[in-house]
């Protein structure tokens, strides 16, 4: 059984950083794509940020610049450095990973907040 366990959100101001991580345990088949998406309170989740087998990187516009995801492949974890946090970037963030064989594997999700 595949399990994804995200750590790193809480309470931060603006103009803060965080850094989640995702842990993947389990058997999982080759890895494709590992990414970050966000849901906020009645909003669609959306993806924050992606990052391929190649090393190949997409974000979301909203946090180019401020956002940067990396991957340690071998230990099958995948992180997301956030700075310059804003209000708007509230949500819950999901760890998210694919593998070559269609299957996707999701988090619980962390709760990130930016807030005076």
């Known amino acids: 059984q595949v399990q994804l366990a995200e750590s790193g959100g809480g309470l931060v101001q603006p103009g803060g950083s965080l850094r989640l991580s995702c842990a993947a345990s389990g058997s999982i088949g080759s890895i494709k794509a590992m990414g970050w998406y966000r849901q906020a309170p009645g909003k669609e989740r959306e993806l924050v940020a992606l990052i391929n087998y190649d090393y190949y990187t997409r974000y979301a516009d909203s946090v180019k610049g401020r956002f940067t995801i990396s991957r340690d492949s071998a230990k099958k974890m995948v992180y997301l450095q956030m700075n310059s946090l804003k209000p708007e970037d509230t949500a819950v963030y999901y760890c998210?990973?694919?593998?070559?064989?269609?299957?996707?594997?999701w988090g619980q999700g962390t709760q990130v907040t930016v807030s005076l």
């Open positions: 998210q990973i694919s593998d070559w064989g269609a299957r996707n594997y």
